[in-house]
């Protein structure tokens, strides 16, 4: 039987439904999991994706023709069925699961296991071929739960406020930010990069439950906002706009952060292992719970996951695609054209 | 082991050297006096015997973590670092109170030697209730590989602010020979003086990057080649006779030729020189290789000794007549030097460096143009009126060395690098041509900035023709300037030929694979310089 989801040069497709999941190069029907942008791109002719995650990809990519799948609903494209469901990655982020003729494959975008409190909770889906992203896809991957990291970075932040310091926290802009937001106790006021400011409205704006946060402006300084918290993209670190909150604590919260080189490689000093990606376990976990035979794995350490996987019992191999392509491997290497650019802990590119 | 996690994670937090002093000097006023000895223990490089391989290591915690060796080792190669992937794959641990370092320490030390199976017990043992920082620690002093981001200098401050003591006092007592396990915290801190075997801290010198008419008259300076031996510190007092290497380690017995020296050398009398392998025929020294073949000599055949035999070169006088001559100025002890080897018998394998002359800095950089063929790297220049520093300070004593020989050479293979590095491919194999073949010669990982390794990285990636665990056959398309410090015959090596501290001079993005240099070249160079 011919393969349900094939690789073109412009990425995921599923020949008898004429669509593409995720594609990197302009097609004529896309289907989005996330908003992120090596998954969401402009120049489709038509976008379908969650009601939840639609507005965060209208603002990032501009006017774009879309509609909405609520998650669990089925829609048939071409006869093959397609239907989204909650990945636990960001608000909104869907794996897709596409049915035709009994065959049944569930493409897994990026996701994360663990219910963080603010994006939909991950939910599995039975499935004969799964497509799953393998980010953390080696063992040295093992997050702590979410409450221990959220209460070891209150703890900081906490030190940072009673020293007259600032705590100046890079988290990715969307996702990582609101989900430490919705998370993290008030212990002073929560401020935030221009960047991170843009999608709190928009999820506020789509009832999602944030706390009040101040966009930081010209007159910001730790003068005006001592103790406080700043969220950040990892990009303005060190740079001018940081240095308004001198003395200032800087960290990073990433899944990277668990590997001590790569967060000395970061220049950081402090680092919280806070990711939005399934950690060693999840994955696994994950896996299993598909009760799929076939393993296709993407966005990470796909040969060493596929061959652990393989070894485990099922017919596995690696996919190679251009999610995470700021750097496939190699979760330290700046990208060329800015080289404090963040991780591909998202693969988002703010 | 808290507290000493405690304080590796306040050292590790910040790159700040005044933070990072605090921070010890903090922990040596505070923690347990054992633990104090051994952390100064550590931090000046003294580690306990290994209790296991680092492929016992391997293994064991591969097994623990049920977890295929392979697997293992792709972990390894991402993290970089042994003793954090061990940590990081372990199961969680058990909640238990983890013991002291001293305790930790102590219990380690009894290890070697034990059979396979107790070394085991012992080691999973501890890696089962050890929580994560302190499993971290506790294996990075298994693998011997510890490091906290404290050179000798910061913790030698950090002692003397903790306990009042003059830095150079608390320089020269951790010098030298002494065990963790017998000595006082008090006695790190006190001067040892002039006794036993007790060396002083060497002086060491910074590289000249400026233009030599920057220091002035060249009447202020004295000036000697620059030896590619081994620095040694030779002691004859009248309970000791040792010679010191610059990593303290005493290497008395290697050279059993200096053992006369004891006999006819004043007592009290401590020298600073170079030791090299000397060719009396040619009155030069022989290649640096025949000196390589002693240093791993415990002990020396005969046959060894008379194919390479040792000579100390003196250049300094620290110590004459039981008195600390290090505050007098450089050309006072010098002359003391020249006139203590002016009195000894003809004969002995010790003699002082030479000086070189020259009226003015031209003259100078042309014996320093000259300086290969005395196997020497170039010249030292050091101030007349300098005092024997502790340690590194800028401005009185400069290394002048000759630039390198170069080869332009191209990629052949690629690997990530280790610590800081993981996940980076830093570390190359490169090639030249030989015919239509391309011939790999030389391995470098230094040289080139961190955003090039980033770029060759993200290139490296996406142009893998083949993976050999963590080593990546690329294609032979990225061209780099090497430079090097000298090339010998090696049978050992498809090419036939070795470098000498080969690492990356430039990335020529601007030469095509088609000049890249040839292995006649390298071959006609080995002939005309090689050892």
Request: aromatic share 8%; charged share 20%; hydrophobic share 45%.
């Amino acid at each position: 039987m011919a393969d349900l989801l094939t690789l073109t040069p412009q990425g995921l497709y599923c020949p008898p439904g004429d669509f593409h999941i995720d594609p990197w190069r302009p097609v004529s029907r896309a289907l989005i999991t996330h908003g992120h942008s090596d998954h969401a791109r402009a120049g489709h002719a038509a976008y379908l994706t969650t009601p939840q995650a639609l507005p965060v990809i209208r603002h990032r990519l501009g006017p774009l023709t879309a509609e909405t799948l609520p998650y669990g609903e089925p829609q048939s494209i071409n006869g093959v069925t397609v239907s989204f469901h909650p990945a636990g990655h960001v608000p909104g982020s869907a794996q897709i699961r596409v049915e035709h003729r009994g065959q049944v494959w569930v493409v897994s975008g990026d996701y994360k296991t663990e219910a963080d409190g603010l994006a939909e909770a991950f939910a599995p889906v039975a499935c004969h071929t799964f497509i799953t992203e393998c980010t953390f896809g080696l063992p040295v991957f093992r997050w702590q739960t979410q409450a221990d990291t959220i209460a070891e970075i209150a703890a900081w932040w906490g030190a940072n406020a009673a020293a007259g310091k600032v705590s100046l926290l890079a988290a990715y802009s969307f996702g990582k930010a609101q989900r430490l937001l919705a998370a993290l106790p008030q212990l002073g006021p929560f401020l935030t990069h221009g960047a991170v400011e843009e999608i709190n409205g928009i999820l506020r704006g789509q009832g999602y439950a944030l706390p009040e946060t101040t966009r930081v402006t010209p007159e910001t300084t730790a003068k005006t906002h001592p103790g406080a918290l700043v969220i950040a993209p990892p990009s303005a670190l060190a740079t001018p706009w940081a240095r308004r909150f001198e003395p200032a604590e800087e960290a990073m919260a990433s899944g990277w952060m668990a590997v001590r080189g790569i967060r000395r490689r970061r220049g950081l000093g402090s680092g919280f292992a806070l990711s939005d990606h399934a950690d060693w376990d999840g994955l696994n976990a994950a896996i299993r719970a598909t009760g799929a035979t076939r393993v296709l794995a993407t966005h990470g350490y796909t040969h060493a996951f596929a061959r652990w996987l393989t070894d485990q019992g099922y017919q596995a191999s690696p996919l190679e695609t251009e999610f995470g392509t700021e750097a496939e491997d190699a979760p330290a290497a700046p990208t060329p054209d800015t080289t404090d650019a963040p991780l591909s802990d998202e693969g988002a590119t703010n | 082991m808290n507290r000493f996690a405690a304080l590796f994670a306040a050292l590790d937090a910040t790159t700040s050297t005044s933070a990072k002093t605090a921070a010890l000097a903090d922990y040596f006023r505070t923690a347990p006096e054992a633990d104090r000895v051994w952390t100064v223990a550590l931090l000046s490089g003294r580690r306990p015997r290994r209790a296991a391989t680092s492929t016992e290591l391997r293994q064991w915690a591969a097994q623990e973590a049920t977890l295929p060796d392979w697997l293992f080792e792709e972990s390894y190669s991402l993290v970089g670092d042994l003793a954090e992937t061990i940590a990081l794959i372990l199961p969680p641990a058990s909640a238990a109170q983890p013991p002291g370092l001293s305790e930790t320490l102590s219990a380690l030390s009894r290890l070697p030697g034990q059979p396979v199976e107790a070394r085991r017990a012992a080691i999973l043992s501890a890696w089962r209730s050890l929580p994560p920082a302190e499993r971290f620690l506790f294996t990075k002093l298994l693998t011997g590989g510890f490091r906290m981001g404290v050179s000798r200098g910061l913790m030698t401050r950090a002692l003397a602010q903790a306990t009042g003591a003059a830095e150079t006092a608390v320089a020269q007592s951790l010098m030298g020979d002494w065990d963790p396990a017998t000595t006082r915290f008090a006695t790190l801190t006190e001067a040892p003086g002039a006794q036993g075997a007790q060396p002083y801290p060497f002086a060491l010198a910074s590289p000249l990057e400026a233009e030599p008419q920057m220091l002035g008259e060249t009447s202020d300076w004295l000036a000697e080649w620059k030896w590619d031996g081994i620095r040694g510190q030779l002691i004859a007092r009248a309970d000791a006779f040792a010679l010191w290497s610059r990593g303290e380690e005493l290497i008395t017995d290697r050279f059993p030729e200096f053992a006369p020296l004891a006999d006819f050398l004043p007592l009290g009398t401590v020298i600073d020189g170079e030791i090299l392998a000397w060719d009396y025929e040619a009155t030069r020294p022989l290649p640096f290789a025949a000196l390589q073949k002693r240093i791993t000599r415990k002990t020396v055949p005969k046959a060894l000794l008379r194919e390479a035999p040792a000579r100390l070169l003196a250049y300094d006088l620290l110590e004459e007549g039981g008195e600390d001559l290090r505050p007098l100025p450089l050309a006072t002890r010098r002359a003391s030097l020249d006139r203590l080897l002016h009195a000894l018998p003809p004969g002995l394998p010790l003699a002082a460096s030479p000086l070189l002359t020259a009226p003015d800095w031209p003259g100078l950089a042309a014996l320093r143009e000259a300086a290969r063929d005395h196997l020497a790297e170039g010249l030292m220049l050091k101030r007349a009126a300098s005092p024997y520093f502790t340690g590194r300070k800028r401005g009185d004593w400069w290394k002048w060395k000759l630039d390198p020989y170069t080869v332009d050479a191209v990629m052949l293979y690629a690997q990530a690098g280790h610590g800081r590095r993981a996940a980076l491919f830093t570390d190359f194999t490169f090639a030249v041509r030989d015919g239509n073949a391309l011939v790999p010669f030389a391995k470098a990982y230094s040289g080139l900035t961190d955003a090039e390794f980033a770029e060759i990285t993200r290139w490296v990636q996406s142009h893998t023709l083949e993976r050999f665990g963590p080593v990546r056959r690329v294609p032979p398309e990225l061209v780099f300037e090497l430079g090097f410090e000298g090339i010998q015959a090696s049978p050992r090596h498809k090419s036939g030929i070795a470098l000498r501290f080969p690492r990356m001079l430039r990335w020529r993005r601007d030469k095509p694979v088609s000049e890249i240099d040839t292995l006649d070249s390298l071959r006609t160079l080995l002939a005309a310089r090689g050892t």
